[in-house]
């Protein structure tokens, strides 16, 4: 058994690091709400938005001949994996990152072997695991996190859709958490580039009588780049607030872990003493009687 002066040392160690769990869980908390509300706000509106493209889409004639729904045998692939830029987050780096490398594993196997499957970075922490496993990022756009405003993300999303319009890529894959409570998230890969073809019989544009200015195929072709980069930017924003309630959950437990071992700790303690003041009365004792004798 530990002597008295470990024990209460691993004790104060342990009060320590809960009162650091606690904290960072408070602050967790008070980024999750904001965090929370950015992206509950931009879905309504990114929905309508990718519903709307889908009815005009489905009206257009050779649509899947535009710029950015052409459909190419996909020779040159980049996934775009969107994790963290801190950790103390439970699994919620590692999971989303090997869902990107199961992706291309099982996918994308062929493009893999042959050196055509690139990996594009969002977050610190899943570049890491990326090089645990072997694998490099042609960059990364960590500084997105910095201000995670809308400009900055159509600038990247921009960069993107000249790689594909330029054939550097064939397809586009995005990768990330999706927020759906704080102690929750669901990992979702989803094709970025081309945009898939809408299913016209969900579609009920041809029941509407519109009047297009100045075209139909002109409308098209600037909403769906504008469509693109809101459904980026609601990934990202989904993905932080996803981070923000994964790091909540995990100082939770960290706290109330620390609280047990606290207990635990503190029992053994009292033990521990209570047997070195019985050891201590009992040579007293004996020590008495040797002297009487």
Not at 35 to 40: E, F, L, P, R, V
Not at 237 to 261: C, I, P, V
Request: aromatic share 6%; charged share 20%.
């Amino acid at each position: 058994m530990a002597n008295l002066k470990e024990i209460r040392t691993r004790i104060t160690s342990v009060k320590t690091t809960r009162q650091v769990t606690s904290a960072m869980k408070m602050v967790s908390a008070a980024k999750l709400k904001k965090a929370q509300d950015a992206i509950m706000q931009i879905r309504p509106y990114a929905g309508k938005l990718s519903q709307l493209l889908s009815s005009l889409s489905s009206a257009l004639e050779n649509s899947e001949n535009s710029t950015y729904t052409v459909q190419r045998i996909p020779e040159k692939v980049l996934i775009v994996l969107v994790s963290s830029n801190r950790g103390l987050c439970g699994g919620f780096n590692s999971y989303i990152a090997k869902k990107a490398i199961s992706l291309a594993k099982t996918t994308y196997g062929k493009q893999l072997k042959a050196g055509t499957l690139d990996f594009l970075v969002v977050g610190k922490q899943g570049e890491k695991v990326l090089r645990s496993f072997h694998i490099q990022s042609v960059g990364d756009k960590n500084h997105l996190y910095d201000n995670l405003t809308f400009e900055p993300v159509s600038e990247v999303v921009q960069s993107l859709l000249n790689d594909f319009s330029s054939g550097k890529y064939d397809r586009i894959e995005l990768v990330y958490n999706k927020f759906i409570n704080a102690a929750s998230q669901e990992l979702i890969s989803e094709q970025f580039l081309p945009v898939l073809p809408a299913d016209k019989s969900k579609t009920k544009s041809g029941n509407l009588n519109y009047i297009y200015e100045p075209s139909l195929e002109y409308i098209v072709e600037v909403l769906i780049p504008r469509s693109l980069k809101i459904q980026f930017y609601k990934a990202l924003l989904d993905s932080n607030a996803a981070e923000h309630g994964a790091r909540m959950t995990a100082m939770h437990k960290a706290t109330d872990n620390a609280t047990d071992l606290i207990n635990e700790l503190t029992l053994t303690f009292n033990k521990a003493r209570q047997a070195a003041i019985t050891n201590a009365i009992l040579e007293v004792t004996n020590g008495s009687e040797a002297l009487s004798g």
